[in-house]
């Protein structure tokens, strides 16, 4: 059964950092790529960040680029979201996805980040 649990959210202050991590059981890790979205309080939820099996490439939403960074760690079967200067625009819950080789697709509970003085 594969698991994806997202952790390291909770309340930053505008300008502040923070990292996301999101470790996976019960598949090959390094066969799924990795995205990351997020879901505001009655909206959508809409794409943030992807990278590849390898982690050798990554892509981001215009909305995040030069702010955020996605990474993995293979041996550890976890990825990451460093979020650096966030907005209040950023609160909402982030949810870690996973991509197989057929894109099939498997998500995480998802986890709250409010970003508020």
């Known amino acids: 059964q594969v698991q994806l649990v997202e952790s390291g959210g909770g309340l930053v202050q505008p300008g502040g950092s923070l990292r996301l991590s999101c470790a996976a059981s019960?598949?090959?890790?390094?066969?799924?790529?990795m995205n990351w979205y997020r879901q505001a309080p009655g909206q959508g939820r809409e794409f943030v960040a992807a990278?590849?099996?390898?982690?050798?490439?990554?892509i981001y939403a215009d909305s995040v680029k030069g702010r955020f960074t996605i990474a993995r760690d293979n041996a550890e079967n976890t990825i990451y979201l460093q979020m650096n200067n966030v907005k209040a625009e950023g609160t909402g819950v982030y949810f870690c996805?996973?991509?197989?080789?057929?894109?099939?697709?498997?998500w995480g509970r998802g986890h709250q980040v409010t970003v508020s003085s």
């Open positions: 996805q996973a991509i197989g080789g057929g894109q099939e697709k498997c």
């Open positions: 019960g598949l090959t890790f390094s066969r799924y790529a």
């Open positions: 990278i590849t099996r390898a982690g050798d490439s990554s």
